[in-house]
Nanobody, 125 residues
Framework: QVQLVESGGGLVQPGGSLRLSCAASGRPFGNSTMAWFRQAPGQEREFVASISWIRGSARLYRDSVKGRFTISRDNNGNELYLQMNNLKPEDTAMYYC?????????????????WGQGTQVTVSS
């Protein structure tokens, strides 16, 4: 059974930082793209960042997080991270880890087969 388990969310003040982690099990993801999506209350799920397979270096970001967020993965490919700096109130959402079947990074949620349960990020003073 494939599982993606997110951790690292929490409450942080504007301008603060958080590092999200996603642990994958049940299937190797080294040859697959992985991504972070988020969903705020009353809004649709939206793309945040994606990374290609471990032999690639492609990273895609949502415009509003460029320069503030960094996606990375470990050498085995089964741990995914999202370093979030200079957080803003509009970053408040449930953050989801996703794993795909293809190697190429993509922003399209329908291309991802596996999803975690999410970790809450709240940015507030």
């Amino acid at each position: 059974q494939v599982q993606l388990v997110e951790s690292g969310g929490g409450l942080v003040q504007p301008g603060g930082s958080l590092r999200l982690s996603c642990a994958a099990s049940g299937r190797p993801f080294g040859n697959s793209t992985m991504a972070w999506f988020r969903q705020a209350p009353g809004q649709e799920r939206e793309f945040v960042a994606s990374i290609s397979w471990i032999r690639g270096s492609a990273r895609l970001y949502r415009d509003s997080v460029k320069g503030r967020f960094t996606i990375s993965r470990d050498n085995n490919g089964n741990e995914l991270y999202l370093q979030m700096n200079n957080l803003k109130p509009e970053d408040t959402a449930m953050y989801y880890c996703a794993g795909g079947e293809r190697w190429m990074a993509t922003k399209v949620s329908s291309t991802y087969t596996y999803w975690g349960q999410g970790t809450q990020v709240t940015v507030s003073s």
